[in-house]
């Protein structure tokens, strides 16, 4: 999914998919990345049914793909809630509290 300008600019943090196959309309993928200059945003793609849906005419829906900026608390959010507990570990160590 990641695109070569994604991957070349922006450290990938972590990459999560819903399992399901690309021509699925449920499809869903979703990379988590940080800026060389600390920003956050996730780059995803989805099927007509996904949160990635778009328009494509004749009141009918396509896949379709969207970048989003989240901030570094939803940033460490989306990892907590898509397996991303190494990558939570490896980057916001210093943030997780011990119980």
């Not at 993928?29 to 849906?53: C, D, M, N, V, W």
Request: proline share 1%.
């Amino acid at each position: 999914m990641a695109s070569p300008t994604y991957t070349t600019r922006n450290e990938l943090l972590h990459a999560w998919s819903n399992g399901k196959y690309t021509s699925d309309f449920g499809y869903l993928e979703e990379s988590l990345y940080r800026t060389k200059k600390g920003a956050y945003f996730i780059a995803g793609e989805g099927g007509a049914l996904s949160k990635y849906a778009r328009s494509c005419g004749s009141n009918s829906t396509c896949g379709g793909i969207g970048i989003e900026v989240v901030s570094e608390n939803q940033a460490m959010q989306w990892l907590e809630e898509h397996d991303g507990t190494e990558a939570l570990e490896k980057y916001f160590s210093d943030k997780i509290e011990e119980a």
